[in-house]
């Protein structure tokens, strides 16, 4: 379950930063960029993959 954790937490922060780059204009070719909607949606999903890694950690 902690490794499916980790996993889970490290996909989601990898596509929040894309997410959050497009967002903000700096990652270009997609739908998504400039858009300031998937900026907010990357940044949340950064820190639920993060919340993720550290309830990972805690767990036994």
Known sequence: MKTFLRVVGT???LIG???FLQGINILPG???TGQTQWAVYG???????????????GRR
């Not at 940044?43 to 950690?57: E, T």
């Open 43 to 57: 940044a949340i999903a950064v820190c639920v993959g993060i919340a993720l890694h550290v309830f990972a950690r």
């Open 30 to 32: 997609s739908f998504m």
């Open 17 to 19: 930063a894309i997410w």
């Open 11 to 13: 996909v989601l922060v």
